[in-house]
């Protein structure tokens, strides 16, 4: 997969040379290219931002530097235009079945923005020739795009064939598709079976793999009305068998 990132602070993705992402560059399988937003302003400063049009406090970015920057990104690719991700805390929240969609695009794009956000001119001229997504990653305000770009390259990256060692660990993730969908992880644990007088559960020694997978699906039922009403609301009933609604009763929910 090609990733370009344009950006007013390309330094801020250095972390996407190091562990898993960092591999799969290394490798080929992921070409991460950054390029610097100031490179297509003109004038001495190298201004890419300017006064809101109605007031209001902040800075606006102008379209012409991220236009032309645009351009020449996709000028350097195939015919078929990238998928562009505009990061903005007004967006589409980014999901893990967003992550998956994103990971079987050949191309993206993304264009974080400092400031009040980007020209909506941009987003305008660029939707009428290829998807462009305004995108969020939570209902908090950073202090730019860039470090939304850094979650979400390193979420579609892992999903890429042959990054992730294990395959089955982004089948089993939290809110991947499937019997655990919408199911909060439940906790993990690993040798020793003792630690300061605290036991591993019993049932995760027995070997027994249908006891532990009833176990962890309880665990995971648990966390998720515990940490996550949002999520145990949108249950499918018909994905609840009667030991669950049989736990969710016990724990004040029921069905
Ligand atoms: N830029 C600033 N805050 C953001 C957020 N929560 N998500 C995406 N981009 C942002």
Do not use: C
């Amino acid at each position: 997969m090609r990733v370009d990132i344009i950006s007013i602070f390309p330094e801020y993705f250095a972390p996407l040379d190091v562990s898993l992402i960092g591999k799969a560059r290394e490798r080929g399988i992921l070409d991460v290219r950054l390029h610097q937003l100031r490179d297509w302003a003109h004038d001495v400063h190298r201004t890419v931002d300017d006064t809101p049009y109605g007031g209001g406090p902040g800075m606006v970015m102008k379209p012409g530097p991220w236009g032309e920057a645009i351009d020449a990104v996709l000028a350097t690719g195939p015919a078929e235009p990238p998928r562009i991700i505009v990061p903005t805390p007004s967006g589409v929240p980014f999901t893990q079945r967003l992550a998956m969609e994103y990971a079987a695009e050949p191309w993206l794009l993304f264009t974080p923005a400092r400031y009040e956000g980007i020209d909506s001119r941009v987003m305008a001229e660029y939707g009428a020739r290829t998807r462009v997504d305004e995108v969020g990653i939570g209902d908090y305000v950073l202090a730019g795009g860039e470090v939304a770009v850094l979650v979400m390259v390193e979420a579609v990256g892992r999903l890429l064939p042959g990054v992730l060692g294990n395959a089955r660990s982004a089948v089993d993730d939290s809110f991947a598709p499937g019997a655990m969908e919408n199911l909060l992880e439940g906790p993990v644990y690993t040798k020793p079976p003792e630690w300061r007088g605290h036991e591993v559960p019993e049932v995760l020694l027995s070997g027994h793999h249908g006891k532990i997978a009833r176990w962890r699906r309880d665990e995971a039922l648990r966390r998720t009305a515990g940490n996550r009403l949002d999520l145990l609301a949108a249950l499918d009933p018909a994905s609840l068998d009667e030991h669950d609604r049989r736990l969710l009763k016990e724990l004040g929910f029921p069905s």
